[in-house]
């Protein structure tokens, strides 16, 4: 049961001291779920409702199943903006009813979320470098940024992409009071976060309650600018953007969307959302985790957020997933367990059903100046030199991802970066590190002839492979050893296989190639250092009679003592 | 000069040993390229001089360009059954034409593997390992036999695959006749094989001279069938399938397929062509060249069957690459030199121009057969079950392939033979081997706990990570270090780095994240043995300072001194 549930482990134990801390983290994140959920659905190109749904059921969902225990699950931004990319796409927007297509990805994300648990493929989250990962975050908050600049100016085009003229073209459709609603939005939300905090820290306020204040300003933001529409009339007078209607009142469950057509269409685009959902998801648990020495279960993960996607989808809400910004809100206003959580929907809940009204007059600027503070901390462009500086091959995939965002559009970035993070990989051990060793004078320890000084032999040659040996790199630590036999009166090749772990079939064949070739030669090869496992395989072929003359030593400098 | 033409190499030192070796070898290898030629032609559904053109001028190139002494470049098999496949597919074949689509096919392999060749990306074929290319050629063979087996009996239905019903229909247009000289080429093929070249043994004649006359039998085949079917107009009066009308003469160079609308449809199709042609051109040339200490230049085979195929184009010509039976038959022959293909391009040449005429009476159940004995060797299917005994991974990624190969088609079996295979090697080196060693007593050495009766000590534990950390395997390693340590009371972890070469930048982060994790919990994280290129990366960074009281030993028995 427990490990079905993982709520009952901390439900066992929840004590009055965890309540003081969840309700209060919990009243703090319900004040960010409803511009948040707004805002994310917008930036969706959805109707505001699909935010605000999928913070109310999903959140339940993830409390039950989810292994972390402060991860706030709901809309996000990078999932916003891929559904957003999915709907404006040709093939799919032409089928119309964008409510259904967002609801049907969040069903399938869920599916493919739970196949995946099912398969126990947790690990391919691995397959995605911290390079890529970064990358491509950055990417997508630079083009949620540009998707956001247009409404903050009240400019009432807001796919202009990293177009440049399509933003002069725009500009004529400036609107002066819009704009400086988002600017009034810009800088609350900047005064309330560091400054504000840095001057409450000179009065004699608790932590607690200085984030608290802090962390009101999306909300302080909100009403202030709603108030300011509402009473001038500005959405009429002045044309400003308003949210409009909202469809108030809790969710209710539906199936319909079963029977549309789009399943088969939108199923790449799920996988994607599905992917990333996950990967980002897993990531802000762990760093929560591990602050509070928790341990997160990858596979319950796929479980959770498998079954929350499910949630949103038959409550007509959009993709859910962990949110950095809402986490990170959560974590630090003190929250122990899922339960401030379910406080802070229980708070959203009451607002959706009695103060909807309210939402109606909130301008879009605001939405769009409370995306940008969110954003902003997930672009690390100085992130890529940092990471080019220790490795130029993570550094040109991390660039590439954010580039390729950029230029060919949200998939087609991560795919390129992660085929690139793999085939760079893949080219990486094709050419494996081998050392010719030598003896250590006076002693029994053998390394690099070129990095120490050391004892070596005429017609012995001591190779490391410092790799395992696969189809990859068969044929590189083939030629290597042939290569070194030129202008040799070598009559014995040690292959030294202290880091080898493995030896596929390409790689046992080559092996026997070179075997034979050296026997033509008149020179023997020998192994020394194989460990258990590689040779419990090797004895089941009939390799190490094709080397013939050549031994299996245990330790090199019996090959050494023996061949010299 | 000698590296862009290595033809003068050979040529330097060209005695008349060579030559008498070489001009036996022409001639047995001219007997094979006319039924081949037509033959591998008519496999692609192409007219028969397609086959014979690209058995002139393309060889030539080679001998000018490659790497290989005794390797036979022309029409092949495997590339004439995937030509067969793309110009049967819905999307190219309503565009009509197919020689222009067969002659841009070749171009753009050509130009393809130029580019990769400019781009030295010769080790690209390591990316396709013995299982996939075995499974490969097993399937695409076997795909070969269904297309000739109607062909064999006369059946005018040569496009059924592996759809047995499709057979079943076919089989009321059985004709008996071409099926009888279908029969009568196996046997005559048969026998001519090992039979003969048995019974040939037991008299006084050289080896030469009886690989000689073994190996005119697909000629003999071709003239006996031949002469019966001109005799007896089998072809009016029996409705027996012939060659038909060859347009005689040598080819003539022409650019007119430049101005096609096909390029960029063809383009994906070319790649796999490209990519098979020197994947399996470099194989064959390696064995023969290895069985004479001669080496190959992947790189160089790149240019040389990029210009080959750019030949082949330009002279009206099918796709060409190493041929592995004409190449065997070449070499078993004698031939020393690429001046045996040169030689037996001036015989056919000779064919061509004033015997073309008799080309007309051949009736294709003979080439069915002639193939089908040039294509039996290729199935291995014995070898799946000796690659699974080895490895189960690669056992897999073989029959895939190859089942692939039959149940999906060509192309799409390579590519999931590919995925399979890389897949199942990142899932491989994301679980690397990490021992947990300690001292073999009275010694210096430190062996795997579980298979060496060794020495521990209660606060300290001691890792050996047998494989390079990097982001497949990254997450593993840090849960693998923290979940040594429940119930210990462990104050030291020391991670031996003998097998570390490489630690990527998603690596060393999640290393710096499983330090501060040790640190928090009071356990110090050590390092030992760190190769100088790894430790040369680590000081360009503040890894080093973030390990705080952790230390990096020069050998693993210092930090045991260090540390109990």
Redesign the interface.
């Known amino acids: 049961m427990m490990r079905f549930f993982p709520m009952i482990e901390w439900l066992k134990s929840y004590r009055k001291a965890d309540f003081n801390g969840d309700i209060f983290a919990g009243i703090i994140t319900a004040i960010l779920l409803v511009p948040q959920g707004i805002a994310y659905a917008m930036l969706a190109g959805l109707p505001p409702q699909l935010g605000l749904y999928a913070s109310i059921i999903p959140p339940i969902v993830y409390a039950l199943l989810g292994t972390s225990r402060t991860m706030s699950v709901g809309p996000v931004s990078i999932a916003a903006i891929m559904i957003a990319s999915v709907l404006n796409s040709a093939e799919v927007s032409t089928l119309g009813n964008s409510v259904e297509s967002a609801i049907i990805l969040a069903a399938e994300s869920g599916f493919i979320l739970l196949g995946m648990a099912a398969l126990r493929m947790g690990?391919l989250?691995?397959?995605?470098?911290?390079?890529v990962l970064t990358g491509f975050t950055s990417g997508a908050s630079i083009l949620i940024i540009f998707s956001q600049l247009p409404q903050l100016l009240g400019i009432p085009k807001p796919h202009c992409g990293i177009d440049i003229a399509c933003y002069q073209e725009s500009l004529q459709f400036f609107n002066s009071t819009a704009a400086s609603l988002g600017l009034l939005s810009l800088i609350i939300l900047i005064l309330f976060n560091k400054p504000l905090v840095a001057l409450l820290k000179k009065t004699r306020l608790s932590q607690a309650i200085i984030i608290g204040i802090s962390k009101t300003a999306p909300l302080l933001t909100v009403v202030v600018t709603t108030l300011l529409v509402s009473y001038y009339n500005f959405a009429n007078t002045e044309n400003v953007a308003i949210v409009g209607a909202i469809k108030g009142g809790l969710p209710t469950l539906s199936l319909d969307f079963i029977s549309s057509n789009k399943w088969s269409l939108l199923l790449p685009y799920a996988g994607f959302i599905a992917l990333i959902a996950y990967v980002e998801s897993v990531a802000i648990a762990k760093i929560t985790a591990?602050l509070r020495?928790q341990r997160i279960d990858p596979n319950q993960e796929l479980i959770a957020l498998g079954f929350s996607n499910l949630a949103t989808a038959v409550s007509g809400g959009m993709s859910v997933a962990g949110g950095f910004s809402r986490t990170m809100v959560n974590f630090t206003a003190g929250a122990r367990t899922q339960m401030a959580m379910l406080i802070a929907v229980v708070i959203l809940s009451f607002a959706i059903v009695f103060a909807s009204d309210g939402f109606e007059f909130i301008p879009k600027a605001t939405l769009a100046a409370i995306i940008l503070m969110a954003i902003f901390p997930l672009i690390k462009l100085r992130d890529i030199i940092k990471?080019w500086?220790?490795?130029r091959?993570?550094g040109i995939a991390e660039a590439v991802t954010l580039l390729g965002v950029l230029i060919f559009g949200i998939e087609e970035g991560l795919v390129l970066g992660i085929i690139l993070?793999?085939a760079s990989?893949?080219?990486?051990?094709?050419h494996?590190?081998i050392a010719e060793v030598g003896r250590v004078a006076g002693s029994?320890?053998y390394r690099?002839i070129h990095?120490h000084k050391t004892e070596t032999w005429a017609n012995l040659i001591l190779l490391r492979v410092?790799?395992?040996i696969?189809?990859?790199?068969?044929?590189?630590v083939g030629n290597f050893i042939l290569g070194r036999l030129k202008n040799c009166q070598v009559k014995h090749v040690v292959l030294i296989f202290?880091?080898v772990?493995?030896i596929?079939?390409?790689a046992?064949?080559a092996l026997e190639?070179i075997a034979?070739?050296l026997q033509?030669?008149g020179v023997n090869l020998h192994l020394s250092e194989v460990?258990?496992?590689v040779m419990d395989?090797l004895k089941?072929?009939n390799f190490l009679e094709k080397l013939e003359s050549g031994q299996v030593f245990f330790?090199t400098a019996d090959a050494v003592k023996a061949l010299t």
Do not use: C, M, W
């Open positions: 690990g989250v691995n397959f995605i470098s911290h390079p591990n020495h990471t500086h220790y490795d091959g993570d993070t793999i990989y893949l080219r990486q051990t094709s494996p590190h029994e320890h690099n990095r410092d790799e395992n696969t189809f990859t790199n068969a044929d590189y202290t880091s772990s493995y596929d079939s390409t046992l064949e190639v034979h070739s033509q030669q460990k258990g496992p395989k089941r072929t330790q």
